[in-house]
């Protein structure tokens, strides 16, 4: 059973920092590309930064320069350092890993208060 577990969510004030966390079981990690998303009440769910199993990355606009993916293929763990928060960053970050299939985490919630 695939199982992506989010954490790290929680309130910060703008200009403030989180470092959210992607503990996956059940797949072989290495192999996947991992992402994640967020989505904002009321919008669609977009692509915050994405590395593959190579660790390239690539990032929405919005966020290059102030957060970070990296991934632990050891630990089987996907990060994501977001630094200078803003409030328009506030929404539920997701997990994701594909490779032969998509999967998804439970979510966290990242609220920046300005």
């Known amino acids: 059973q695939v199982q992506l577990v989010e954490s790290g969510g929680g309130l910060v004030q703008a200009g403030g920092s989180l470092r959210l966390s992607c503990a996956a079981s059940?797949?072989?990690?290495?192999?996947?590309?991992m992402g994640w998303y967020r989505q904002a009440l009321g919008e669609q769910r977009e692509l915050v930064a994405r590395?593959?199993?190579?660790?390239?990355?690539n990032y929405a606009d919005s966020v290059k320069g102030r957060f970070t993916i990296s991934r632990d293929n050891a630990k089987n763990t996907v990060y994501l350092q977001m630094n200078s928060l803003k409030p328009e960053d506030t929404a539920v970050y997701y997990c994701?890993?594909?490779?032969?299939?998509?999967?998804w985490g439970q979510g966290t919630q990242v609220t920046v208060s300005s």
């Open positions: 590395i593959t199993s190579g660790s390239r990355t």
């Open positions: 994701s890993a594909v490779f032969t299939g998509a999967y």
């Open positions: 059940g797949i072989i990690f290495s192999r996947y590309a």
